[in-house]
Structure formats: C-alpha cells, structure tokens
C-alpha cells in the first residue's frame, strides 16, 4: 500500500497519488467520485450489490454485496487507504469496525447525524441556524400533541431512510390525521418528526466542502422540484447578498461542527419574508451541484475527493450562469434524440443498465448568460412535460 502521512482519529494528512479509495456505494454520484479520484491518480474501489454498476465501470475492482454485509466492507477497507460514501444508507457500525485499518475521514459522526432526522435537527439548531418548527414523534398520541403544537398543514417524516418525497406524509387537516391513524392502527407507527410548513419563495441548496480544518462554498443555487424530485437547478440563485451571506455562514457553522472532511449539501428554503432555514443535509456531494463540473473553477467531487485525501482547497469560483435538468427514466429516449442538435448541452449519463421510471439516469447542463431563457429553452423541447402531469 502507499504510504501515509500521520493520521489521528481515521483521518489522514495527506493521501499521495497511486493510493486506493474505496466508495461504498456505486450509484452515480459515486461514479462522477470515481472520475475525479482518476484525474487525480487515485485508484477506485467499490462496494455495491449490482454487477457493472456505475462506479465499478470506471473503478479498478468491485465488491459485489450488500451494503450492510460487514465482510464485504472489511474486505473493501482492507484493499483501500480511504474509505468513502455516496449515500447516508450505510452501516455506520460497520464502518466504525473497521477503522483500524483504513481511514475514514468524514468520520461516522456526520453519517449518523444526517441518518436520523431527530438527531439531524437538532445539530443544525444546536449550531444557530434554523429549520421549520419540528416535533419528534414516536407515536400516534404523540403525533396527536404535535399537530396540537405545530397546527395545520404539516409534513410527517420518518426518521430514518426516505428520499425524493418517500417515507413523507403531508398533512393538511383532521381528514388527513385521521388517515395516518387508520393506517398505523395495529401499532406500525414508525419513528417520525413532524414539520410545520415553511411559507417559503422557493428552495435553494449551498454546498460546502473541507479537509477537516479548512472550509471553502460553493454558490447558492435555485432548485425546482417535480413530484418531489428535483427537476432543475439554476446557478446563481438570484437572492440578495444578505440572504447568500446567510446561507454562507450557516454553511461554515455546520462544517466546523462536524469538522467537514469531504462534501457537505445544505438543502434550503428561502422564505417570503427574505429567511434562510434549512431543510435537510446530505452528507456527499449532491443532484444539485452537478452544474459545477462545467460552470465552476472546482466542482463538488474534485473538492470531495481533495477533502477526504487531506489536500488544500482552492475557494471555487462560479465561472458563469448554468441551469441543470435531470434526466429521469422516461426522458431518456427524448432527450438522447435532441442531443446532435443541442450542441450547447453537456450530456451526462450514468451507465444505468436498467431504464425506469423517475431513476435517474444522466443529467443535462447548459452554460449561458441567460438563466430564465435556458430554462424557457429546455421546458420547449418537450422532454420534460410529463413533470408537469
């Protein structure tokens, strides 16, 4: 193995090229990972249950197996210097066995953290910043006394697991409350929060990234979902410079927090009334700052895969305007037949063998000087309409 500098507590202080960093996870985010770390001379490990998934196309071995078959992540950190992950979902325990033999420098702190919305909240109000007004909820007299406190309408989440709108509940009047009731009646209830709404003017993310000292930002962004996945995000969010020093600064609280080594997503509200609060974290790179790959100095994986290796980070600079679409299953066939004459898209796609719907297979990203026209540009081809069901 290549050597290593000192490394206290999991984390190293400098990762040389020629070094193995293993992904747990071989989604797409894990694979654009993958391509940074090659630029970079890193080689590419993975664990995932899917032969040839996206990352193992581009790593250097898989691990095929479960994410929580504690074997197959020994087995991973013991042919890889670093380990890192793609997704919350992961076995923190397990990560935590074998930390003896490889580093881990996010640490699982921030893993369990974002795993758990209870825990998830309260670190981000512990650290001065807001989210909604929550309660935790354990069961159905509890949720009782939460719609008493927080009133109507609000969203019922579970703790733990869920993404793009699953494990969620709206809860808009008695009607509703009677629904959740009916169905949790033999005693099923899982543990949940619930959150009053956010009157807000629309949903942002900010992305930071660390080595573990140091902290650098990336842009504020505007975000548009559909059916509770994103559909669209637009660099720069238009938004005053007190609303994108806000964001900023919650940005660095949080990171110092958790000491950051890696990339860190912030999903945001901006409210009617010029507020920032703070949806949910993720603790990777994320759907939202895909843009950056074209539209910035640095982007969210080369900042991630320079974090978790102990290397400095440049603060990246937004080099122009850019609007990102994703391309879910039942828009692959009608965007790939618009690409020889869309010569100002850059087309990702994600290796994906199976096409389904709402799976996200590629995104699309356009530089331009003109965010309202792109998006007007993109909405007019016809690929997304049926977002708009």
Same mark, same amino acid.
């Given at each position: 193995?290549?050597s ?16 193995t ?6 989604? %797409? ?18 664990l ?25 992540i ?34 699982t ?6 795993q &758990? ?18 309660? %935790?909820?354990?069961?159905? &007299? ?21 993404? #793009? ?10 009607? #509703? +409350?009677?629904?959740v ?28 990234s660390?080595?573990g000292? #140091? ?36 940005? +660095? ?18 409210t009617? &009334?010029?507020r920032v ?7 990777r ?13 640095? &982007? ?5 895969i ?5 290397? $400095?980070? $440049? ?13 879910l ?16 898209w ?33 909405e ?10």
């Open positions: 193995m290549p290593l500098s000192e490394e206290t507590n999991g984390r190293i202080e400098t990762l040389m090229p020629g070094a960093i293993g992904i747990i996870g071989g989604g %797409q985010l894990g694979r654009m990972m993958a391509l940074s770390a090659r630029y970079h001379g890193f080689r590419i490990g993975v995932d249950p899917t032969p040839d998934c996206p990352v193992a196309q581009v790593a250097d071995f898989q691990v095929t197996a479960d994410y929580d078959d504690k074997a197959a020994r087995e991973l950190a013991e042919r890889s210097d670093v380990l890192t992950y793609e997704f919350e979902n992961v076995d923190a325990d397990a990560i935590d066995e074998v930390r003896g033999s490889v580093a881990v420098p996010q640490g702190d921030l893993l369990r953290v974002t &758990d919305r209870v825990f998830e909240k309260r670190f981000i109000n512990d650290h001065g910043t807001q989210t909604a007004l929550w309660r %935790q909820v354990d069961d159905l &007299d509890g949720l009782d006394n939460a719609i008493k406190e927080i009133g109507y309408p609000a969203v019922l989440k579970t703790r733990r697991g869920g993404y #793009d709108g699953h494990g969620q509940v709206v809860v808009r009047g008695p009607e #509703d +409350l009677a629904k009731h009916e169905r949790d009646r033999l005693g099923t209830f899982p543990p949940s929060v619930l959150e009053g709404f956010v009157d807000f003017a629309f949903e942002a993310s900010i992305l930071i660390g080595n000292k #140091d902290f650098v930002t990336f842009p504020i962004v505007r975000n548009e979902h559909r059916h509770n996945i994103l559909h669209l995000t637009i660099a720069p969010a238009q938004v005053s410079d007190g609303i994108a020093e806000e964001a900023k600064a919650l940005a +660095l609280r949080l990171a110092k927090g958790f000491q950051l080594a890696g990339t860190l997503a912030i999903e945001l509200f901006i009617k &009334d010029g609060v703070v949806n949910e974290l993720a603790p790179p994320h759907n939202s700052g895909h843009y950056t790959i074209e539209a910035c100095s640095i &982007d969210q994986f080369d900042a991630h320079r974090g978790i290796a102990g290397w $400095p980070l $440049p603060q990246p600079k937004l080099l122009g305007p850019a609007v990102m679409a994703n391309v299953g039942q828009h692959v066939s009608s965007t790939r037949k618009l690409i020889a004459v869309h010569p100002e850059y087309v990702h796609d994600y290796g994906k063998a199976e096409v389904r719907q709402d799976r996200k297979m590629g995104h699309i990203t356009v530089l331009t000087d003109d965010t309202q026209r792109t998006v007007d540009e993109l007019a081809t016809g690929c997304w309409d049926d977002l708009r069901q």
